[in-house]
């Protein structure tokens, strides 16, 4: 087991707290370029250390040379993820801006970067369940829905399905996602990386879990 950060931002933070996010994707960086589009699955043993936890590309099933691309962190099945998101230093713990922007409870302190929050002050804890790659267009409005972009319009809504506050019908889950997807995207690169480019994607599901032992408070 490897205890490793994970960056959510605020919106997905809550999605995380009222449990209706369970996977999340990522940008697989660098992209395989166009003589590298079969993808090969994980190195699980290598006579190069540095290739185990990657993940090949060949130019098609028959094998041939390989263009390996790493996950975030080597993510893996069984790690231990601890969400790293917008806090502070309180005079006994932490205040985490999630709950400021919608509880009004912390004071009007400047805000530290989720990327600077230490591993103890983490509230939030995942533990990985399978790490994948595809394209981010095989998204189903299933994997939409775990990816924590339902319901569409009530933050305060404690009901994920037949909500009389938040309307479904004529929600379409891949549109909302395509939403996101792209507002996440700079502007200058959405024609590679966004929705349309159809770029390969890391998948990373995980399911909340308690702070490890021996994991400073």
């Known amino acids: 087991m490897a205890i490793k950060p994970i960056l959510f931002n605020t919106e997905m933070v809550r999605a995380i707290l009222d449990g209706r996010k369970s996977c999340t994707r990522r940008l697989v960086k660098p992209q395989p370029d166009e003589k590298h589009t079969y993808p090969l699955g994980f190195v699980t043993d290598s006579t190069e250390k540095k290739e185990v936890g990657c993940f090949g590309f060949d130019a098609n099933e028959y094998g041939g040379s390989i263009q390996y691309v790493k996950p975030p962190y080597r993510y893996a ?8 998101e917008t806090w502070k230093k309180a005079p006994k713990g932490y205040y985490y801006y999630e709950d400021w922007q919608r509880n009004d409870i912390a004071d009007v302190t400047k805000w530290k970067p989720s990327i600077y929050m230490p591993k103890e002050a983490a509230r939030i804890w995942l533990k990985v369940t ?11 409005d299933n994997e939409c829905i775990k990816e924590g972009i339902y319901p569409s319009n009530c933050r305060d809504c404690n009901d994920i399905f037949g909500c009389d506050v938040c309307p ?12 996101v997807w792209n507002s996440t995207i700079k502007k200058s690169d959405l024609n590679r990386y ?8 890391w998948v990373i599901s995980f399911e909340r879990c308690e702070k ?6």
């Open 77 to 84: 099945p069984g790690d231990i993820l601890y969400v790293r």
């Open 130 to 140: 399978d790490v994948r790659v595809e394209r981010l267009q095989e998204i189903t």
């Open 168 to 179: 479904d019908e004529g929600y379409d889950e891949v549109d909302k996602f395509v939403e």
């Open 194 to 201: 966004g929705w349309d480019a159809n770029p390969w994607v």
């Open 212 to 217: 490890p032992e021996g994991v400073k408070k």
